[in-house]
């Protein structure tokens, strides 16, 4: 079997999100704007999603795409990601997402080159990491803009509400993020 093309599959992630939250597909397909047949063929799998497609079925699922392809594929403990992997989708605004992990792991991490959807609203369970490793970006955050360059690194605490850009041609972020299935916990102060 195509270890590759086996940890793409997220049908049955789909399903058992869906399930646990007791939602039809006909509610998921009108959270989502797409059709109950599309979304019966992806649970099944005889249908891929597309970047965009899958976005809209994790919002409507209360998730992220990063955690319903994570929960796609069994853990490795080692797993290489080349450069030349066919792992890497156009978004929506024509940019590039190359995911760098793969499976259901405790880290999850994205490199996005060129723009992407500047309107969409992150807000993650846990802890993010933005690095730009090219070009430079514009980060909204708590009320506030941040410009970052190559070299850049910005952290944001889990439940940061936050949107980003890219603000020249072929800019290249590296988004590292704990994965949405942790529980993070507080380490209790001194007493």
């Known amino acids: 079997m195509d270890e590759h093309k086996e940890s793409l599959r997220v049908g049955a992630a789909v399903r058992r999100r869906r399930r646990t939250l007791e939602l039809t597909l006909s ?14 063929q992806v649970e099944n799998e005889r249908a891929r999603p ?24 069994p853990a490795r403990t080692v797993d290489l990601v080349r450069a030349d992997d066919t792992g890497v989708e156009e978004d929506s605004a024509g940019g590039v997402v190359r995911s760098l992990v793969r499976g259901h792991h405790q880290m999850q991490a994205q490199e996005f080159v060129g723009d992407h959807d500047p309107g969409r609203e992150f807000q993650l369970r846990n802890d993010v990491l933005m690095h730009v490793t090219e070009g430079a970006v514009e980060v909204e955050a708590e009320g506030r803009a941040y410009r970052l360059v190559r070299g850049d690194t910005l952290y944001l605490t889990g439940g940061v509400r936050h949107r980003w850009r890219a603000t020249v041609p072929d800019a290249r972020v590296l988004v590292v993020a704990v994965g949405e299935h942790i529980e993070a916990v507080d380490e209790p102060g001194p007493k």
Do not use: M
Request: hydrophobic share 50%; proline share 3%.
């Open 50 to 73: 597309s970047r965009r497609s899958l976005e809209k079925v994790a919002d409507a699922l209360g998730t992220t795409a990063v955690e319903l392809l994570a929960a796609a594929d």
């Open 27 to 40: 509610a998921v397909a009108e959270r989502s704007g797409l059709s109950v047949p599309f979304l019966s």
